[in-house]
């Protein structure tokens, strides 16, 4: 086996490795995706979340967005999203993020959410009208769904899923043993079963996990099997990276040559497409999951 480096939790504290390195956001396009989320009050999760591709990514005139505010109930150990009792969700949102994807002009799009516990439906009818309002507008455009965990309402499932998307996708985070400290509001066998109902109701499946949390290896490929057997047919791996002091902290970087042994290993198992490298996030390069 191929020794790779490894970077320690206490190497993090000084700087992050140069293949972390990322431009900073420039370009007209950049500029143009800008000003139509500003214009239209839009939430992304490129900004919200402190994605490290957000300048690739709008610089292509894409970007995520964001549905149903800004503020999540839960309270995840990694996560850049602010927490806490959202306000009141805008009821004419659908309407507008449906026309921004159109002035955009995008053939694929990905629209994601906070969660929503407090609602009934967890979101679920917003959800459907984003979607079917977007394909109404620009038929032509393929649309991947994010969606939380609905804490196992089916109902809400089936209606979230039902609108039109041709991908649906669904991240557990991590492997099982780190749930109760990343995703303490989360479980991961429910996480697991929400993908294979998804993958019943006839949809593509995907997720995303992070790595560098102190997960191990055969925990990894643990994970990869149990997404395999739970219908998951693509699986994005990417480095944690920690927003702020209050979330958990980087256990190791994780070095490039590994997430590729990572990824020949998950198709391997029977995935049927791995995006695996340090600045993959679970939007990045998207539109290659469509017709996998």
Not at 58 to 77: D, E, K, P, Y
Not at 91 to 99: G, H, I, L, N
Not at 149 to 171: P, R, T
Not at 201 to 212: A, E, F, N
Request: net charge positive; glycine share 6%.
């Amino acid at each position: 086996m191929i020794e790779l480096p490894v970077i320690s939790k206490e190497q993090t504290k000084t700087k992050k490795p140069n293949w972390l390195r990322v431009k900073l956001p420039v370009g007209k396009e950049y500029a143009k995706v800008r000003k139509l989320v500003d214009e239209h009050k839009l939430h992304t999760i490129c900004e919200s979340g402190n994605c490290p591709n957000m300048g690739e990514c709008w610089g292509a005139g894409t970007a995520t967005f964001m549905i149903l505010g800004n503020v999540c109930t839960r309270s995840c150990s990694f996560c850049a999203v602010a927490t806490g009792r959202p306000p009141e969700y805008d009821k004419d949102e659908p309407r507008r993020v449906a026309e921004a994807i159109q002035l955009m002009g995008v053939k694929h799009a990905v629209i994601t959410s906070v969660n929503r516990d407090e609602l009934k439906d967890r979101g679920a009818d917003v959800w459907y009208r984003t979607v079917t309002e977007t394909k109404k507008l620009s038929p032509e455009t393929t649309i991947e769904t994010l969606i939380p965990d609905v804490k196992g309402n089916w109902e809400a499932l089936y209606k979230m899923i039902s609108a039109g998307q041709e991908v649906v996708s669904h991240n557990v985070e991590t492997v099982e043993r780190l749930y109760r400290r990343v995703r303490p509001q989360a479980k991961y066998k429910r996480s697991l079963e929400q993908i294979k109902l998804t993958k019943e109701y006839g949809k593509r499946t995907k997720t995303g996990i992070m790595l560098g949390l102190g997960e191990k290896e055969d925990e990894i490929y643990r994970a990869m099997d149990d997404l395999v057997a739970h219908g998951c047919d693509i699986l994005t791996l990417g480095q944690y990276l920690q927003p702020t002091r209050r979330h958990i902290e980087v256990a190791e970087f994780v070095h490039p040559e590994q997430f590729d042994i990572y990824r020949e290993e998950g198709l391997k198992r029977g995935l049927k497409y791995v995006e695996s490298g340090p600045l993959v996030r679970s939007s990045y390069h998207a539109e290659r999951h469509v017709n996998v």
